[in-house]
Every structure is written in structure tokens, then in C-alpha cells.
């Protein structure tokens, strides 16, 4: 099946540690983008890639960084420097950037800080 | 980027008829109207998405006037399944990747 996979789906961290969240596609799309929902909230963009090898700062960005090293993978590591980081990590891809491209989200990874 | 406005939540009885109302004041030409669904502790999925008139879909149709800075998600009998959060995203689909999701509109269908 093709699709979008996210690991793990649930993440404990202890304050101060990094951590990777895992997002990878095999329906051979070029964009793919790592959003964060809080509770009873909408989804705010963290950091999207267009292409391999290259990729932008979204609305919140401070305390995370990514990686684009191949087309299928693109992780997040979520940084000691992020303030609030408990929240629900989503992953998501698109085809490019024609018309009529939905984006396809992954099932999400829970983050709770503790 | 265009921005949207959507009624917080809504709610509706099983088998009617609902229909969610998305602003779009400031839309750009190349823009185009797109809906997702999200239920509880899932990413969002697609539901439809136009440019302008009416498009109609297995799940869903969309209205959208001439003018463009509205558009209406039509959901026919709605179900408890139906149940989740809408939102309503404008966007170039031609390079402008920073589409925005708001707070979206919250359904709850009552039996």
C-alpha cells in the first residue's frame, strides 16, 4: 500500500533531550511538509521541503530542524531549545506543485515532554 | 496568503443537509479552494477542492460565487460519522507551498 508512515506514534521525552520524529512516503512525492497541532487547534507549519536536499522555515520553525537527504524520508528532530514541545506531530506530502495536488498526511506522532 | 474565516463549530442532525461557509476575502487569481477533514487524533484528509462555480464529488460538492471570496462545503446527510473538524485552505497550487490551516470548523452530528 502506498502511503505515509510516521514513527512512533506515541514519543515520551524528559525535558532538555532531543528527539527525532520519523516521517517517510512511498507514493514518490517531491513536497513534504511537518506540521504541530495543539489541543482544540488548527495545524501550524513547522518546515517544508520542495525537493530533495533543499527545504524552508514554516510559521514556527525555532527548535526544530530537518533533513531532506532522500526523496521518501524527512525527519524532525525536535530540539531542547523548543519551549512547548508537547504536541501532535503531523507529516505530510504532496505530488509537486501543479494544480489539483492534495497534500496526504501521515498518522501523526503524540509528543509528550515530561 | 489568502485568509480564511470559518464559523468555530457547528452542529446538525443525522440525515440533513449541512453546509459550512468559508470567507475568503483577499483571494488571489491563481488561488484555489480547498477542503480537508480531520477526525480526533488523525492528519487530515482531502475532501474536494474547485476554483470556481460548483464541483461535486462522492463526498462532498463545493459552491463557490463568481467573485470567489466565499466558498460553501455542502455535506448531504450527514451521519455520526461526519463528526470531525473541516477546514477550508486557499493556495497557489504553482509553487506557494505555505498553505495555511486555520482553526477550522467543528461538526457534531446528533443523533
Known amino acids: 500500500d502506498g502511503g505515509i508512515t510516521q514513527s512512533p506514534k506515541y514519543l515520551f521525552r524528559k525535558e532538555g533531550q532531543n528527539v527525532t520524529l520519523s516521517c517517510e512516503q512511498n507514493?514518490?512525492?517531491?513536497?513534504m511538509y511537518w506540521y504541530r497541532q495543539d489541543p482544540g487547534q488548527g495545524l501550524r507549519l513547522i518546515y517544508y521541503s520542495q525537493i530533495v536536499n533543499d527545504f524552508q522555515k514554516g510559521d514556527i520553525a525555532e527548535g526544530y530542524s530537518v533533513s531532506r537527504e532522500k526523496k521518501e524520508s524527512f525527519p524532525l528532530t525536535v530540539t531542547s531549545a523548543q519551549k512547548n514541545p508537547t504536541a501532535f506531530y503531523l507529516c505530510?506530502?504532496?505530488?509537486?506543485?501543479?494544480?489539483?495536488?492534495?497534500?496526504?498526511f501521515g498518522p501523526g506522532t503524540r509528543l509528550t515532554v515530561l | 496568503l489568502a485568509k480564511t474565516t470559518q464559523p468555530i463549530s457547528m452542529d446538525s442532525y443525522e440525515g440533513q443537509e449541512v453546509n459550512i461557509t468559508c470567507s475568503h476575502n483577499n483571494i488571489a487569481t491563481n488561488d484555489y479552494i480547498t477542503w480537508y477533514q480531520q477526525f480526533p487524533s488523525q492528519g487530515p484528509r482531502f475532501i474536494i477542492q474547485g476554483y470556481k462555480t460548483k464541483v461535486t464529488n462522492e463526498v462532498a460538492s463545493l459552491f463557490i460565487p463568481a467573485d470567489r471570496k466565499s466558498s460553501t462545503l455542502s455535506l448531504p446527510r450527514v451521519s455520526l460519522s461526519d463528526t470531525a473538524v473541516y477546514y477550508c485552505l486557499v493556495g497557489d497550487n504553482f509553487g506557494n507551498e505555505k498553505l495555511t490551516f486555520g482553526t477550522g470548523t467543528r461538526l457534531t452530528i446528533i443523533p
Open positions: 507514493l514518490n512525492h517531491d513536497a
Open positions: 505530510a506530502s504532496r505530488a509537486g506543485t501543479s494544480s489539483y495536488n492534495e497534500q496526504f
